[in-house]
């Protein structure tokens, strides 16, 4: 996926899966919302559940809510 850094969709990935409760590694990143500056939006797939990832370029997640 391209629009956020490598950091960023790694940090919402990791937290997908905590925030579902889903076996580590099965959230994965399936699109970007860049928001200005060096934040964007990201919504994470976890089997059937999607959630939306605040978080910054260098894997800082400033929030995790359903989507």
Known sequence: MRGAPA??????ARRGDEFQNVPA???VPVS???QGGDRYEIIVASGHYRSRCSVT???NVMSMDPY
């Open 57 to 59: 370029g260098n894997g």
């Open 7 to 12: 950091a960023a969709q790694r940090a919402c």
């Open 32 to 34: 970007v919302y860049p």
């Open 25 to 27: 590694g099965s959230s």
